[in-house]
């Protein structure tokens, strides 16, 4: 199985990420002009580096790396440079011989997310598509070239699948070593795509139903911040998580009340547009 890593400066993740993958035939780093040690430190601990300079176009990042990057395997696992796989989820792997003929085309995995120093086992869970069939899944091309915030990566959404999609039980940690302030700074930018697409209903509508299940349902919730909230602190049971928990809640919530937001101002600033247009046209 071959692991392919996104990276873009991001040394300070890196060194766990790699040596959490070296149960692994063959482990690809796909690097965005890094500036920082990422590269050596990639090279040095035997991953393969190849460099994506991003056009401005589809294909962007994961798809491109797809149809461009030769490797060993046809099952590729994506991680960030921020994620390892779980002892369990490497077992698992290793038991369903992918190498035989199978129908499957793409594996949904679990995240276990470490937000403010602790793995949250409780409260909003995300899934990641991370295992695909490279000939049997594409990442979707949608109307969002314009749209700030995400640049050369796809957006919130999974890879279309050609065939059957299964889920594993073993788990991916997600632990980003950045300050938190990076989190916000992220969060920040993804609020400016998902406000953009608010106003433009067909790419909206395309990525919503490239979404999970999850995701497809509460994209029609109204008053998303509170109902968030109350979803993954009290329902999902986020308090037994302690401080983190309430932390993490009170972000995501935050991000759905930016995403608000900034629709809000994008439609004045619409309007506005059209209204001054009519009165300066003859």
Same mark, same amino acid.
């Given at each position: 199985?071959?692991?392919?890593?996104?990276?873009?400066?991001?040394?300070?993740?890196?060194?766990?990420?790699l040596?959490?993958?070296?149960?692994?035939?063959?482990?690809?780093?796909?690097?965005?002009?890094?500036t920082?040690?990422?590269?050596?430190?990639?090279?040095?601990?035997?991953?393969?580096?190849?460099?994506?300079?991003?056009?401005?176009k589809?294909?962007k990042?994961?798809?491109?790396?797809?149809?461009?990057?030769?490797?060993?395997?046809?099952?590729?696992?994506?991680?960030?440079?921020?994620?390892?796989?779980?002892?369990?989820?490497?077992?698992e792997?290793?038991?369903?011989?992918?190498?035989r003929?199978?129908?499957?085309?793409?594996y949904?995995?679990? *995240?276990d @997310?470490?937000? =403010?120093?602790?793995?949250?086992?409780?409260?909003?869970?995300?899934?990641? !598509?991370? $295992?695909?069939?490279?000939?049997?899944?594409?990442?979707?091309?949608?109307?969002?070239?314009?749209?700030?915030?995400?640049?050369?990566?796809?957006?919130?959404y999974?890879?279309?699948?050609?065939?059957p999609?299964?889920?594993?039980?073993?788990?991916?940690?997600?632990?980003?070593?950045?300050?938190?302030?990076?989190?916000?700074?992220?969060?920040?930018?993804?609020?400016?795509?998902?406000?953009?697409?608010?106003?433009?209903?067909?790419?909206?509508?395309?990525?919503?139903?490239?979404?999970?299940?999850?995701?497809k349902?509460?994209?029609?919730?109204?008053?998303?911040?509170?109902?968030?909230?109350?979803?993954?602190?009290?329902?999902?049971?986020?308090?037994?998580?302690?401080?983190?928990? *309430?932390? @993490?809640?009170? =972000?995501?919530?935050?991000?759905?009340?930016?995403?608000?937001?900034?629709? !809000?101002? $994008?439609?004045?600033?619409?309007?506005l547009?059209?209204?001054?247009?009519?009165?300066?046209?003859?």
């Amino acid at each position: 199985m071959t692991v392919m890593v996104q990276t873009k400066n991001e040394e300070v993740g890196l060194r766990a990420c790699l040596a959490g993958l070296r149960d692994f035939d063959e482990v690809v780093v796909i690097d965005s002009n890094s500036t920082d040690a990422t590269v050596d430190i990639a090279q040095g601990m035997d991953a393969t580096v190849v460099n994506f300079t991003w056009n401005g176009k589809y294909p962007k990042k994961k798809q491109w790396q797809l149809q461009n990057v030769e490797t060993k395997h046809a099952w590729v696992l994506f991680m960030d440079a921020d994620e390892t796989p779980s002892t369990e989820l490497i077992n698992e792997l290793r038991s369903l011989h992918l190498e035989r003929p199978t129908t499957a085309a793409a594996y949904d995995i679990r *995240l276990d @997310y470490v937000f =403010a120093g602790r793995v949250l086992r409780h409260g909003h869970r995300v899934v990641k !598509r991370a $295992l695909v069939h490279r000939d049997r899944v594409r990442f979707p091309i949608v109307d969002d070239l314009d749209a700030p915030g995400m640049g050369e990566l796809e957006g919130h959404y999974q890879p279309e699948a050609s065939g059957p999609v299964k889920s594993l039980r073993g788990r991916i940690t997600h632990d980003d070593k950045d300050p938190v302030r990076t989190w916000f700074d992220r969060h920040n930018r993804y609020s400016d795509w998902e406000a953009f697409l608010r106003l433009r209903p067909d790419s909206r509508e395309e990525i919503a139903q490239r979404r999970s299940k999850q995701g497809k349902l509460f994209d029609l919730v109204p008053f998303k911040p509170a109902i968030f909230f109350g979803y993954s602190f009290i329902m999902r049971a986020g308090f037994l998580d302690g401080r983190a928990g *309430l932390d @993490y809640a009170l =972000a995501l919530s935050m991000y759905y009340w930016q995403i608000g937001l900034k629709t !809000r101002e $994008l439609d004045r600033n619409t309007r506005l547009s059209c209204v001054l247009g009519k009165s300066e046209s003859p």
